[in-house]
């Protein structure tokens, strides 16, 4: 279609405008070729008309529709042209707050004046390995094309990241570095990457400064090779610098600054490191006080200055180095404050008195009149003699400054210099990344040589830039094989040759600078006649003649020639540079010979730019410009041989302002930096690119059935031939559609009409539908409506005859009613006004007589209220008195009866005591219930008779009342009733006498119920008291439960912290595992490559300290680790040559390993004494036990004898009737104590007599020690091994004869076995404790029940009537008596199961002891009777569920079941947890030999061959899932067969038979538990690489649901790093994969608790990677994804049902992947949404929200965007949500597991040992 045939009604325009660069208008009519004018509608509502040219007749340029809006790819618009770039900008900087945006190959950051949390290591996982299409523009994302391309194409790369000042270039590069060494890491050498990151805060402080716009501007081009080795780590790094702006170390402008460094040290200068420089404040310094801005706002100088210094130290420069630096640069601050006088025009001089000069000349060694001299003096040369001239005041400051830059200069290059040694590796380069952080296009109102310089070389980089975005347009037509014609682009290198071709710019300025008299007004003519009718890139100012413009690439810029000759000479006095080689200071002596080295070479480049001495004949001496068109060319011949990646940094505003877009700014700058010329470039080709695929999702609508053929690509061609005519507008290629600009603006177009014709008709019909369903209705509803009416109207025309006749009839009554009631209203008036003034009289005297009266009550009752505070004051300080008096005596009966409460007995008391007091309280309780009873049955009695007496005082009144009413009346009406109103009166007197007399018996009467009530309350008060007596003891139960529950409490708390200290200790040991195996893997290399030089002697010392410290590794391991080294031997055996280098960085990485693994032990070790804090306690009792061991052996037989003794005279005591120690009768109190005393004299017994056993076998253990040598010793067989010990090692003689019988270690295992039975006594006597305590909780827990129900009761007693409080009382008994009936029945049941098993032990044990009797008995026969002949037949074998095997066998067995064991087979075929079986049946023959040697060496060789299975294959699922589930296997195994009694119960008979006997294995449970968590996160780290790359794809990017709303038409490039097309991953493979791993650990025998932890880890990481892909790509954060999602869960949920695993929280680690899906889909319009969002989205942060929210992207035109004003809504109701601030899940996370006891019901006996393991040499027992 042609373009005006796209100017339409109502289509969207851009048309200019001053302020905001270009307007949105609409057409009002259609255009036709030949109008002079459109006729427009801007937004704001006015009118308007654009002129058109009638020469070019160029229309305004065409918006793009809305849905384009907001793309990451603004190659991707359909109009490609300046407003609809700088609107897609401004859309996604301000409206979604995006910073970044891709233009082609080229990423566009705008900076954003905001510290955003898009930088962290989340994020940086996140982009590491994605595809840059695939991904939101990120400065990551071309960090990662590039890395991505090195490693593939096997060619270096160069990131060019450029901009004008401001707008965040260094930023930009240090982010680019930082993802470098995040993803790379290191190689060889220890921390290069943070030393690479380090350099960058050392080149901000001397290469930054503040500027007008910016306040951490550099000043300074870089470019930083990143080197990397074959394995793509960084192995080092080298830096070139560009142009340093020197003329800011003695000059800014105002309201800027000199480097920070100077503030730096200002800011330091109270350090005493510094005090000898003499600094103070940075405003006392002419070079830093200039600007007369010193502080900048949010930058604190002394933390900066700290931070340089470590920068300096981890780069490795030293100390004194550093000083020396802070030195030269103390002295260029005094030098800048050094004062010329002037004596005449040409005569200036120093005084050598001057402060500043004398610490100038002291700081840099040089004398101080030579240097005073030489600043206002120089020598001229000439041929045969030198002369000394004097300089004028301004030729001596410029001296003096260009000293000061020279120096800084210098000091700049070492810095550099010392950098580049630092990074620089000993290896070779493989590959490396350049990053070129250069400054941008700069023009001022005044621009001069730096300038000048900035521009030519970014003429340079936009050849470049052109000729490689025409590369890859070629690139890609040729690829997809469609005619191309050659692209027209600008071509700059007339502009370039201008600058620096023969007798360009450059050439006439050297040419000048060599001339005696030159000047810049002679360049400048120079320049006027000679390249002015030449070049027309070359022009001069009108008003100018010392001026000149170049017409740039992005715009023309007038430089003023003023100061050129002098920067590009760069002159320094050769005498004050003699001065300065003079000097004591070394240090500034090195940095005045790299001048000499640098001046004499004439082939080096210098990567900063060095001074130039006076006009001395130096002709090979460099001039600044020669010197930097020499770098820039170096530069750009690196940059030709890299894959250049290109970022432009944009500057949104001069005001700094966070998220605020200055549209004239934006524009210069997107042509400044090339923007406009790659959409020009993209324009004018084919920008818009749609694979088959897509064009055919997003455009069925447009076609027909019978259009569509079974080729997608026939298909699509059939339909764009019909759809556009045009062919030139479109081209077809291998795999994609290339389209002009504006065509995919036109098929939306036609697809959103073809939609709307669509809705149009479907509208149609439904509304067709809907009216005639509606006519129907009201038809119906119409005739229904008549007939109801029709019949109301005939009732209504009754129902009005009726009226009629009842109106005539009530008008009648309601006249005669209404005359009467005149009468009476007349009549009432007359008698209201007599009663009014009446009342009136008599109410005037009533307040006069009740004022008195109040009067009188309100002294009363003040006067009373004095004296009761009086008293109470009184009273309350005799209370204070008191209590502090009580407080003391009870201080004391409190440690009295803290001393009580420890003992048992007082325990005792105590709880019988407390039974008996509430036994009485209940009592009381009782009683006083009756009394209360009473008591409130008598004042209710009183209450009725008094209410009585008063309602009929009450009755009487009233009456009296009517008749004084009555009188009244009769008097009114009748006059003539007088005397009869006096007869009435005397009456009334009558009444009224009588009226007090029975009002004076009233107050009798009230005076007797008041000493009643009286009496009642002091009743009360008795009865309250015995209540507060027994709240107290209420209380003190309170106290004592809530000091349980405190208990209880704190349990919880230490739980809490066991759990957390539990997922702490796995990642420290995670990290230790790791450190081990880093060891290990260092030490192997060691011992390779010692063992490589056989006949060398240095390194063959070193080969067994090599195997010592391998052998040291695994702990207890003796022998396996000496083996594997042979093997290694072996098997090296072609040895390279030996790097003693390398030997050496080897033993100093082994060395730092064992130091961090020493300090990680030391941490372990600390956690685990504040763990063990409370089990010291008993420790030491034991201890001291121990220690009072031999004073006992010696009591014991005396204590023994003296008990029997008492226990005789007891037995008698009580036997004897007639004796005088009569026995006292059962029941009394001394025979309970008797009783008692008899009970713990026997348990007294029982523990001397297992203490006499135990000296009993020490004692025969003695004599077996004596006669060892003896013949009786060689016939006894003693098992005595562990003696070798003692008697193999050389001691001293003294030692030798203590120990020669073994006594010290049968006193150790006597020690033993006593320490042994106290930990028994102590455990039980702990139970017994814990079970006195938990009866006495309960007991507390009843009573207080009791107790509330009580309270409970008497409180709704005393409300209910009499009645039914007895009901009460009779209900309350009988539930008391029904649970005390229950409680009694449950303690019945216990007592018989105790008795019923007693009785059956009782049983057993008398069927043990009668066939023990009866074998006796056998036994006896066969010795009497004589042998006969019998035939024994042959029994079957019964197994011990033992393996037996040779001493040595060890190495055999790890090899067959281990290291040889193939995983894949044996979960199928085998027994689960096989492997561990035969593992633990082996121990078990060694625990039954007694051989502590066989047990360690086994358990340490498989601890080793495990790890070592691990390391080598542990990437494989299988094998850590095999491995895992045998470990925890033989874990329990350890476990159940302990012999503990809280594992024995779960065994059976025969298991626990099996338990080991003689060792115990608690420590190695510990650390094969530490090895089944290293290898569940092995198993975790494999799975979650096999994920990985599954989950976005399956769960965002594959739509399982086709064709709910289509693509979105974007166009999108993709990058050379994208993969080929390949089969999609779906949500099946998905859980197909799932599935494969849940069978895999059900096969292996996992633990169930095990599989759903690891089951939860999965569903977490698929909910935190598909988030995370989510929040950081726009293309996905659509209505249809939302539903997609949502699809994807709940298969994934589903599958968790099939599996019996929902309840186990893997469905709840799904939750804010749903919600967010469901924030995708809700309304987002009005508050009530925002509301209803906060509370949905519980699951998900505020920045999470906001950023789903922003992302959103609506699919088709049809769907609106959220507005800005909705986002912040959302913001404002989450703002007091408490919650971390970070955007991204933590993908790699790891739940801390927990490993539960699962006992096994296999029977060891039973196994049987498959013969394809190939263990012969094992023996069943």
Wanted: aromatic share 8%; hydrophobic share 35%; proline share 3%.
């Amino acid at each position: 279609m042609a373009g005006p045939e796209l100017y339409t009604k109502h289509a969207l325009v851009w048309v200019p405008d001053a302020v905001d660069v270009w307007k949105s208008a609409k057409l009002v009519k259609d255009y036709s070729p030949g109008d002079q004018a459109l006729f427009l509608h801007l937004e704001d509502g006015t009118e308007m008309q654009y002129q058109i040219d009638p020469q070019t007749k160029s229309l305004p340029p065409l918006r793009n529709p809305n849905i384009l809006v907001g793309e990451n790819d603004l190659t991707a618009l359909s109009y490609l042209n300046e407003p609809a770039v700088l609107h897609n900008i401004k859309v996604r900087f301000i409206d979604s707050k995006l910073i970044y945006t891709y233009c082609g190959i080229v990423l566009v950051a705008v900076n954003p004046y905001e510290s955003l949390p898009i930088y962290e290591a989340d994020i940086i996982h996140a982009y590491s390995g994605q595809n840059m299409a695939d991904m939101d523009p990120h400065i990551f994302a071309v960090a990662e094309e590039a890395y991505k391309q090195m490693a593939r194409d096997q060619q270096n790369q160069s990131i060019i990241v450029s901009g004008e000042s401001g707008a965040g270039k260094t930023v930009s590069a240090k982010y680019a570095m930082r993802y470098f060494a995040t993803v790379s890491g290191s190689s060889g050498e220890a921390d290069i990457e943070e030393r690479v990151l380090a350099s960058n805060p050392i080149m901000e402080a001397l290469g930054n400064a503040k500027t007008t716009r910016n306040d951490n501007s550099s000043r300074f081009g870089k470019y930083i090779e990143i080197g990397f080795d074959k394995k793509y780590c960084i192995s080092g790094a080298h830096m070139r610098t560009y142009l340093l702006e020197k003329s800011r170390v003695v000059f800014q402008a105002y309201g800027e600054r000199n480097y920070h460094i100077f503030y730096q040290l200002c800011a330091s200068s109270h350090l005493p490191e510094f005090q000898n420089f003499k600094l103070g404040s940075a405003d006392d310094f002419h070079c830093t006080n200039q600007g007369e801005n010193p502080v900048i706002d949010g930058m604190d100088d002394t933390k900066e200055m700290c931070n340089t210094r470590r920068a300096l130290t981890l780069l490795g420069i030293r100390e004194s180095h550093q000083m020396e630096m802070y030195q030269i640069l103390a002295a260029i601050l005094h030098l800048s404050n050094v004062e010329v006088k002037s004596h005449s025009q040409d005569r200036s001089s120093i005084s050598p008195d001057n402060a500043h000069l004398v610490v100038f000349c002291e700081l840099m060694g040089v004398p101080c009149d030579q240097m005073a001299h030489w600043l206002c003096h120089r020598k001229l040369k000439a041929t045969t003699e030198t002369y000394i001239k004097c300089v004028s005041k301004a030729n001596a400051v410029n001296g003096r400054d260009a000293l000061a830059k020279h120096i800084y200069a210098r000091l700049f290059s070492w810095i550099v210099g010392c950098i580049n040694n630092v990074l620089k590796s000993a290896v070779k380069h493989h590959s490396f990344i350049g990053v070129l952080d250069i400054y941008g296009f700069e023009t001022f109102d005044i621009n001069s040589f730096e300038q000048f310089c900035i521009n030519y070389a970014n003429e340079k980089l936009q050849q470049q830039f052109n000729l490689h975005v025409f590369k890859l347009e070629q690139e890609e037509y040729m690829k997809e094989q469609i005619p191309w014609t050659l692209i027209d682009f600008y071509d700059n290198q007339p502009c370039i040759n201008l600058i620096e071709a023969n007798l360009g710019i450059l050439d006439l300025l050297d040419e000048e600078c060599k001339m005696p008299q030159g000047s810049d007004g002679t360049w400048s003519q120079k320049m006027y006649s000679t390249l002015l009718k030449q070049n027309t890139h070359f022009d001069k100012p009108r008003l100018s003649n010392i001026a000149f413009i170049i017409h740039h690439f992005a715009d023309k810029v007038e430089y003023q020639c003023d100061g050129f000759l002098e920067k590009n000479k760069d002159t320094v006095n050769e005498e004050q540079i003699e001065v300065l080689q003079n000097s004591k200071f070394a240090f500034l002596l090195k940095l005045v010979e790299g001048n000499k080295k640098t001046t004499s070479s004439t082939k080096r480049l210098s990567t900063s730019i060095t001074g130039r001495s006076g006009r001395s004949p130096g002709a090979n001496k460099k001039t600044v410009g020669m010197q930097f068109r020499q770098s820039l060319h170096l530069l750009m011949d690196t940059l030709n041989a890299t894959t250049p990646h290109y970022v432009r940094c944009i500057k949104p505003n001069d005001h700094k302002e966070p998220f605020s877009l200055d549209p004239l700014r934006a524009v210069q700058q997107l042509r400044a930096c090339g923007i406009l010329e790659t959409i020009r470039i993209s324009a004018a080709g084919f920008p818009s690119r749609w694979t088959y695929q897509e064009f055919f999702s997003r455009y069925r609508v447009l076609m027909k059935q019978k259009d569509v053929l079974p080729d997608g690509k026939e298909t699509c061609r059939n339909v764009l031939k019909n759809l556009i005519q045009d062919q030139n507008l479109y081209k077809f290629g291998k795999n994609k559609i290339f389209f002009r600009a504006g065509q995919v603006a036109y098929l939306e177009k036609l697809r959103s009409e073809q939609l709307r014709r669509a809705c149009v008709s479907i509208q149609k019909t439904i509304r067709c539908w809907l009216a005639r369903k509606k006519y129907l209705r009201m038809k119906q509803s119409a005739i229904t409506i008549q007939r109801h009416v029709r019949g109301h109207q005939a009732r209504c025309y009754v129902d009005f005859l009726r009226r009629t006749r009842a109106a005539v009839v009530i008008q009648s009554n309601v006249r005669m009613w209404a005359a009467r009631r005149r009468y009476q209203k007349v009549r009432s008036a007359s008698v209201v006004i007599q009663c009014f003034f009446r009342t009136y009289a008599a109410r005037k005297l009533y307040y006069k007589l009740l004022y008195e009266q109040k009067v009188l009550v309100i002294q009363k009752w003040t006067k009373g209220w004095l004296a009761r505070k009086h008293y109470q004051r009184t009273r309350a300080d005799i209370i204070l008195l008191q209590s502090c008096v009580r407080r003391i005596m009870a201080k004391k009966e409190l440690k009295k009866l803290k001393v009580e409460a420890r003992s048992v007995e007082h325990f005792k008391k105590l709880n019988i005591g407390m039974e008996n007091k509430i036994m009485q309280l209940q009592h009381k309780i009782d009683e006083e219930h009756k009394e209360v009873r009473e008591l409130s049955e008598r004042l209710n009695a009183a209450a009725k008779a008094q209410e009585m007496e008063r309602e009929r005082y009450c009755k009487e009144i009233e009456n009296l009342h009517r008749s004084e009413k009555k009188a009244r009346a009769e008097a009114e009406t009748l006059p003539s009733l007088l005397e009869r109103l006096s007869f009435l009166q005397q009456e009334l007197d009558n009444t009224l006498r009588q009226k007090e007399v029975l009002e004076d018996q009233r107050k009798v009467d009230k005076e007797q119920t008041q000493l009643v009530v009286q009496e009642l309350n002091m009743k009360n008060s008795l009865l309250s008291n015995e209540k507060e007596d027994l709240q107290k003891v209420i209380l003190e139960q309170n106290q004592q439960l809530t000091d349980i529950k405190g208990k209880v409490e704190n349990a919880e708390k230490l739980e809490k912290e066991l759990i957390e200290e539990r997922s702490r200790y796995q990642s420290l040991l995670n990290e230790h595992l790791h450190l081990e195996e880093l060891h290990k893997d260092l030490k192997e290399e060691l011992e390779v490559s010692i063992s490589s030089r056989k006949e060398g002697r240095s390194l063959g010392s070193q080969k067994p300290e090599s195997k010592d410290s391998n052998s040291s590794e695994c702990g207890p391991i003796v022998d396996l680790t000496n083996g594997q080294t042979s093997t290694t031997e072996k098997e090296a055996e072609t040895p390279p040559t030996v790097d003693l280098p390398l030997v050496l960085k080897l033993q100093r990485r082994v060395r730092e390993l064992e130091r961090h693994k020493q300090l990680l032990e030391l941490q372990l070790d600390e956690k685990e004494a504040q763990e063990e804090n409370d089990v010291e306690e008993e420790k030491n009792v034991g201890i001291a036990l121990l220690d009072l061991e031999t004073l006992k052996r010696q009591e014991l037989e005396t204590e023994n004898k003296r008990l029997k003794q008492d226990l005789s005279v007891l037995r008698k005591s009580l036997t004897n009737e007639n004796s005088e120690l009569m026995p006292p009768a059962v029941g009394s109190t001394p025979y309970d104590i008797l009783l008692e005393q008899l009970t713990s004299s026997n348990e007294e017994l029982e523990m001397r007599k297992e203490e006499v056993l135990l000296l009993q076998s020490h004692l025969v253990r003695q004599d077996a020690m004596k006669y060892r040598d003896s013949a009786i010793g060689e016939g006894v067989k003693l098992e005595l091994g562990d003696l070798h010990s003692f008697q193999n090692l050389d001691r001293s003689a003294d030692i030798h004869t203590l120990n020669e019988d073994g006594e010290l270690w049968l006193a150790y295992e006597g020690l033993k076995e006593t320490n042994r039975v106290l930990e028994c006594q102590m455990q039980k006597l702990e139970k017994q404790h814990n079970e006195r305590y938990e009866k006495l909780q309960d007991e507390v827990k009843t009573l207080k029940e009791e107790k509330e129900q009580q309270q409970k009761l008497l409180a709704q007693t005393l409300v209910l009537p009499e009645n039914a409080r007895i009901e009460a009382g009779l209900k309350l008994e009988i539930t008391r008596l029904t649970s005390e009936n229950l409680d009694f029945m449950v303690q019945q049941e216990k007592k018989d199961k105790t008795i019923s098993s007693l009785k059956k032990e009782l049983q057993l044990y008398m069927k043990k002891v009668e066939a023990f009797q009866a074998d006796q008995k056998n036994t006896d026969m066969m010795i009497n009777t004589p042998a006969k002949a019998v035939s024994i037949p042959r029994k079957e074998k019964e197994y011990q569920g033992m393996l037996k095997y040779k001493e040595g066998d060890e190495s055999r067995l790890v090899k067959n079941l281990v290291l040889d064991m193939k995983a894949r087979g044996v979960a199928v075929s085998f027994l689960p947890g096989l492997p561990a079986y035969i593992i633990f049946m082996c121990l078990r023959y060694a625990d039954s030999v007694n051989d502590d040697q066989r047990v360690s060496t086994l358990l340490n060789s498989v601890l080793c061959s495990i790890k070592g299975v691990i390391k080598k294959r542990g990437s494989d699922f299988v094998v850590s899932s095999f491995w895992l589930a045998n470990t925890c296997r033989l874990i329990h195994c350890l476990k159940q067969y302990s012999g503990d009694e809280t594992f024995k119960t779960h065994n059976t008979a025969k298991q626990n038979q099996h338990c080991l006997t003689n060792f115990e294995l608690t420590e190695y449970q510990n650390v094969f538990a530490d090895l089944a968590v290293q290898i569940y996160r092995q198993l975790i780290k494999s799975m979650e690489d096999t994920l990985q790359p599954l989950i976005v794809s399956s769960m965002l990017e594959h739509e399982s649901i086709q064709g709910v709303l289509g693509s979105k038409p974007t166009g999108l490039r993709k990058r050379s790093s994208s993969s080929p097309e390949e089969e999609a991953v779906t949500v099946e493979v998905l859980l197909q994969q799932l599935g494969q791993w849940h069978t895999a650990m059900c096969q292996h025998g996992l633990d169930s608790d095990l599989i759903k932890q690891v089951v939860r880890q999965q569903f977490y990481i698929i909910c935190a990677v598909t988030l995370n892909h989510l929040l950081l790509r726009k293309d996905m954060c659509s209505w249809s994804k939302g539903l997609q999602i949502r699809y994807n869960v709940w298969q994934l949920e589903e599958w968790l049902v099939e599996r019996e695993l929902s309840g186990y929280g893997a469905k709840e680690s799904l939750e804010p992947l749903v919600q967010a899906a469901q924030l995708l889909q809700v309304k987002k319009k009005t508050e009530a949404d925002a509301q209803a969002i906060c509370n949905m989205c519980t699951g998900l942060t505020t920045a999470q929200i906001v950023k789903v929210l922003t992302l959103y992207t609506p699919v088709i035109e049809f769907e609106e965007r959220v507005t800005t004003t909705f986002i912040a809504t959302i913001k404002n109701i989450l703002k007091d949500r408490g919650e971390s601030s970070t955007l991204m899940m933590d993908a790699r996370k790891i739940f801390s597991v927990t490993l539960s006891f699962s006992p096994s019901s296999v029977a060891l006996e039973t196994i049987q040992i498959p013969a394809s393991l190939n263990l012969d040499f094992l023996l069943r027992i």
